[in-house]
């Protein structure tokens, strides 16, 4: 059985930064990604990461957010510097297995306010 679990969702200051944690079970990755969705919005794909190393960003993060995976695809995490007021919303991972079959976690939430 496949699960992903996330973690090190809190809520934080505007400027502060923050490291999100997904640690996946059941199968090898070739790709595993973070996608957020805030209220009365679509989910949107905020980074991922293949399992050659590449990894793409949203324009919105880009500078702000690192992906990072270990070397067995299995764990992925997502640090997110300069944290901004937008960012807030709830975070799933997800992942795409060798044989193409897609899951995700059940999210962590992430709120940035003063």
């Known amino acids: 059985q496949v699960q992903l679990v996330e973690s090190g969702g809190a809520s934080v200051q505007p400027g502060e930064s923050l490291r999100l944690s997904c640690v996946g079970s059941?199968?090898?990755?070739?790709?595993m990604n973070w996608y957020r969705q805030a209220p009365g919005k679509q989910r949107e794909l905020v980074a991922g990461?293949?399992?050659?190393?590449?990894?793409n960003y949203a324009e919105s993060v880009k500078g702000r957010f690192a992906i990072s995976g270990d070397n067995d695809m299995q764990t992925v995490y997502l640090q997110m510097n300069s944290v901004k007021p937008e960012d807030t919303a709830v975070y799933y991972c997800n992942a795409l297995s060798q044989l193409l079959a897609e899951y995700w976690g059940q999210g962590t939430q992430v709120t940035v306010s003063s």
């Open positions: 990461i293949t399992s050659n190393g590449r990894t």
């Open positions: 059941g199968s090898r990755f070739r790709a």
